[in-house]
């Protein structure tokens, strides 16, 4: 089918035969093609016509879907029409969609939704951990054998899907919190914030981490409960990563010592530690005893 063709399809303007025919996925010259033809026709007026579409892409193959769906020449109304009629349901073609950099914000945006929503409630109906194993019973030869040699955390979370990261996020343990929070996906780093398993202690090592983005920074930043915590205010200002425009309206609830000690961190930027000494002597001036004015 020429380009033409899917211009006809698109203005409604293609004969019913070539439109029930189009609808099995059995028309266009490229795969982008076909795939764009379905898209329209899933939206056909005649509703067998659009049922047939339909079908045909839930049934298409994965592997070539997430090739289009990724791929930075892909029509914006592919992109759209799996955002808002399939992607919901179907976790596996979020990550294709997010990796494409043409995907606009509004549309990454609603993906970035349906993702953390995903897996909220995938991590909300998983089963407790199953308890540990019993002990396994020597061989008849009396020899223990060796155990077979344990996959490593850092491995075990490098082979999982964004979906199941967030999952492990909001109901892991601390170490595997403790790795997701560097996390190039930043929904995956704003579950580790949301688990309702994190520490104090846990918050205010991620407010000093410099091995985190910035996007974890200022999510620390905007969370009013965490910036109840002095440590993790400090610790926020003392981090060289801490973007200024979050530190600076932060440097007013520091005490008189970590004013001092802030003044001397040749770590962070020279803004911050010139206008920590400026409140430092602005809070001594105060301190200081008001003499009587003199009488005339």
């Not at 808002?84 to 976790?91: D, E, F, K, L």
């Not at 979050?246 to 770590?267: H, V």
């Amino acid at each position: 089918m020429s380009g033409r063709m899917v211009e006809a399809i698109r203005e409604g303007k293609a004969p019913e035969v070539i439109r029930r025919k189009a609808a099995e996925g059995s028309m266009g010259e490229s795969l982008e093609e076909r795939i764009e033809i379905l898209t329209l026709l899933a939206k056909d007026p005649d509703e067998q016509i659009r049922t047939q579409a339909l079908d045909t892409l839930r049934g298409w193959n994965p592997q070539e879907l997430h090739q289009i769906l990724a791929d930075p020449a892909t029509p914006l109304g592919i992109l759209d029409f799996v955002t808002h009629y399939m992607a919901p349901g179907r976790t596996e073609l979020l990550e294709p969609l997010l990796n494409n950099p043409s995907l606009p914000d509004e549309l990454r945006g609603e993906i970035e939704s349906h993702l953390l929503s995903a897996a909220q409630k995938a991590a909300a109906t998983a089963p407790p951990p199953d308890a540990a194993p019993p002990a396994q019973p020597l061989p008849a030869d009396g020899q223990a054998t060796e155990p077979p040699e344990k996959e490593t955390l850092i491995q075990k979370v490098n082979r999982m899907s964004a979906v199941e990261k967030i999952k492990e996020a909001l109901t892991g343990n601390q170490e595997t919190r403790m790795l997701l929070i560097r996390d190039a996906n930043k929904l995956v780093c704003r579950a580790v914030l949301q688990s309702p398993k994190l520490s104090d202690a846990e918050i205010e090592g991620y407010a000093s981490a410099k091995n985190v983005t910035e996007e974890v920074l200022r999510l620390i930043a905007l969370n009013r409960a965490f910036m109840k915590s002095y440590a993790v205010v400090r610790a926020l200002i003392n981090n060289p990563r801490a973007p200024i425009d979050i530190a600076l309206p932060l440097l007013n609830r520091l005490n008189e010592r970590d004013l001092k000690l802030l003044s001397m961190n040749r770590n962070v930027a020279e803004v911050i530690r010139g206008m920590a000494t400026k409140i430092m002597k602005q809070k001594v001036e105060a301190s200081k005893p008001k003499l009587p004015g003199k009488k005339h």
